[in-house]
């Protein structure tokens, strides 16, 4: 849907208005959560995808927050990764993430490489 110019800016405002508070109290919003989000990716890259089998919906809400979906999003991917062995093993060559209080969000990236 596309909004009309000043529903549009009203809504841009309403969100920078939103990430300023949250970088000066990260207690207005879910706050970032680092530790998990560093603790997910190092399952992701270890391929220990049954570690999240017993996490519940709400509990990954409550750690994950709004990003819940993208976590999912995350899991089926290295799920699909791990289910073709085309690729053979592979290993985790690059890793980053970073909290973004600004942009509400912590970002992460992973990439790998075959070992054949």
């Not at 969100?15 to 992701?44: G, Y």
């Amino acid at each position: 849907k596309q909004f009309p110019e000043n529903e549009r800016e009203l809504r841009q405002q309403r969100v920078i208005s939103a990430a300023e508070k949250f970088v000066v109290d990260q207690n207005t919003l879910h706050p970032l959560n680092p530790v998990w989000d560093n603790r997910f990716m190092s399952l992701l890259e270890q391929g220990r995808l049954q570690g999240l089998d017993a996490v519940s919906n709400e509990e990954l809400s409550a750690m994950a927050g709004k990003s819940t979906h993208e976590v999912k999003t995350w899991v089926a991917a290295f799920a699909a990764f791990a289910a073709i062995s085309a690729f053979g093993n592979w290993r985790s060559e690059g890793r980053y993430y970073r909290p973004i209080p600004e942009w509400i969000a912590g970002f992460g990236s992973l990439s790998a490489t075959t070992q054949n």
